[in-house]
């Protein structure tokens, strides 16, 4: 029985699984996807940039 990794995602709040492609640096490994990671950083930018 294989033991299956999973991580949550810091912008969806899923949880995703480990992929074959993640092999070298799950460790590093953040988001489920591009797009979550895209959209986060865009989501830190816009934060930064808000007049206080």
């Known amino acids: 029985m294989k033991i299956k990794l999973s991580k949550k995602c810091p912008t969806c709040l899923r949880d995703f699984q480990w992929r074959k492609k993640w092999t070298k640096n799950w460790e590093n ?13 865009n989501q830190k930018i816009i934060m930064n940039n808000s007049p206080t």
């Not at 490994?29 to 950083?41: F, G, K, L, P, Q």
């Open 29 to 41: 490994v953040i988001y489920c996807s591009e797009r979550c990671r895209r959209r986060r950083r």
